[in-house]
């Protein structure tokens, strides 16, 4: 089990790839961000984005995919997140983009209250020509390694 | 049609109804975050939840579509830049019911002629009046064209 007390400022963490599709990008759009640039190819081609592009929603969602699966990789003891400090969505995601993530541990601190801990991190996204598509920085709960604990 | 122009700051709206199902929390778990106390109710129950929960970025979703729901239609919008200061403040449930209320917090004008940034703080509530998420979006809206009523 990977606790609070096991990570570390400046470390960074590759956080897989995957690609998205035209259906999950409609399937997505239709039922939580009915925007026609999100739902309607034909109105998206006539938008300012000039073609289908994903809800940032979606982008992240699956950013949020890629890091539950780090962290069950590596068995963290995370339990949720209070919140985050910002997130942009700097670039269209289009269909037929791989995707990739990547994180980089900024500031931990103790609870001063709970047997948790917690970590700031910057958490991105990017495409396959290297382009940062959606940058977060947020704040993630973990547990604190018990007394007895290894 | 409601340009950037037409925004106020102060502007106050309330909007939407989301009803939470079990089914739904379950079924974007699993897509997009399954960790165990968004996915089973037992494993709920033993986490620091004390029962199954939704993810905070489904609340983010339930969240976007009751904006589009109520607002978009009528509103020049052309999506978000992003937000800032999101804050998951109580747990959402099965059963639960969701609404919003907006603010409009700032108007910044951007570099591009044709468009705006407005900050919109938005509360979600739950059925009891306790607001489970809040979040400053920065939202795109369009510079009425040159003349258009």
Redesign the interface.
Same mark, same amino acid.
Not at chain 1, 37 to 51: K, L, Q, V
Not at chain 1, 71 to 100: F, I, M, N, Y
């Given at each position: 089990m990977r606790y609070w007390e096991d990570i570390d400022v400046g470390e960074t963490t590759a956080l897989g790839t995957r690609a998205i599709t035209e259906a999950e990008i409609l399937a997505?759009a239709r039922?939580?961000?009915?925007?026609p640039?999100h739902t309607d190819p034909e109105a998206a081609r006539r938008?300012?984005f000039g073609g289908l592009i994903a809800?940032?929603?979606h982008t $992240? @969602?699956?950013l949020?995919?890629l890091s539950?699966e780090a962290a069950?990789r590596e068995q963290a003891a @995370?339990?949720?997140?209070?919140?985050?400090?910002? $997130?942009?969505?700097l670039k269209p995601v289009r269909p037929g983009d791989v995707l990739s993530g990547r994180t980089e541990v900024l500031e931990t601190w103790p609870s001063r209250t709970k047997p948790i801990g917690f970590v700031r991190r910057r958490v991105e996204m990017l495409n396959q020509h290297g382009e940062i598509v959606?940058a977060i920085v947020?704040v993630t709960m973990y547990r604190r390694r018990p007394v007895d604990g290894r | 049609m409601k340009y950037f122009e037409d925004v106020e700051v102060g502007e106050t709206m309330r909007f939407g109804r989301y009803e939470v199902t079990r089914d739904e929390i379950v079924e974007?778990a699993r &897509?997009?975050?399954? &960790?165990p106390?968004h996915l089973d109710e037992e494993a709920g129950r033993r986490? =620091? #939840?004390g029962g199954l929960i939704a993810?905070?970025?489904h609340t983010? *979703? =339930?969240f976007?579509?009751m904006v589009?729901d109520s607002m978009?239609a009528e509103a020049a919008t052309?999506? *978000? =830049?992003? #937000?800032?200061?999101?804050?998951?403040l109580k747990p959402v449930r099965p059963g639960d019911v969701l609404s919003v209320e907006s603010v409009v917090r700032e108007k910044v004008e951007g570099r591009r002629p044709d468009r705006g940034i407005v900050k919109i703080e938005s509360r979600v509530g739950n059925q009891r009046g306790e607001v489970v998420m809040s979040l400053v979006s920065l939202v795109i809206y369009l510079r009425r064209p040159a003349g258009s009523a």
């Amino acid at each position: 089990m990977r606790y609070w007390e096991d990570i570390d400022v400046g470390e960074t963490t590759a956080l897989g790839t995957r690609a998205i599709t035209e259906a999950e990008i409609l399937a997505f759009a239709r039922k939580y961000d009915p925007q026609p640039f999100h739902t309607d190819p034909e109105a998206a081609r006539r938008s300012i984005f000039g073609g289908l592009i994903a809800s940032g929603w979606h982008t $992240c @969602a699956l950013l949020m995919r890629l890091s539950v699966e780090a962290a069950q990789r590596e068995q963290a003891a @995370a339990t949720g997140s209070p919140g985050l400090d910002s $997130c942009r969505w700097l670039k269209p995601v289009r269909p037929g983009d791989v995707l990739s993530g990547r994180t980089e541990v900024l500031e931990t601190w103790p609870s001063r209250t709970k047997p948790i801990g917690f970590v700031r991190r910057r958490v991105e996204m990017l495409n396959q020509h290297g382009e940062i598509v959606v940058a977060i920085v947020g704040v993630t709960m973990y547990r604190r390694r018990p007394v007895d604990g290894r | 049609m409601k340009y950037f122009e037409d925004v106020e700051v102060g502007e106050t709206m309330r909007f939407g109804r989301y009803e939470v199902t079990r089914d739904e929390i379950v079924e974007y778990a699993r &897509q997009f975050d399954p &960790q165990p106390f968004h996915l089973d109710e037992e494993a709920g129950r033993r986490s =620091m #939840f004390g029962g199954l929960i939704a993810s905070g970025w489904h609340t983010g *979703a =339930m969240f976007i579509r009751m904006v589009c729901d109520s607002m978009v239609a009528e509103a020049a919008t052309s999506g *978000a =830049m992003g #937000f800032d200061d999101l804050k998951w403040l109580k747990p959402v449930r099965p059963g639960d019911v969701l609404s919003v209320e907006s603010v409009v917090r700032e108007k910044v004008e951007g570099r591009r002629p044709d468009r705006g940034i407005v900050k919109i703080e938005s509360r979600v509530g739950n059925q009891r009046g306790e607001v489970v998420m809040s979040l400053v979006s920065l939202v795109i809206y369009l510079r009425r064209p040159a003349g258009s009523a």
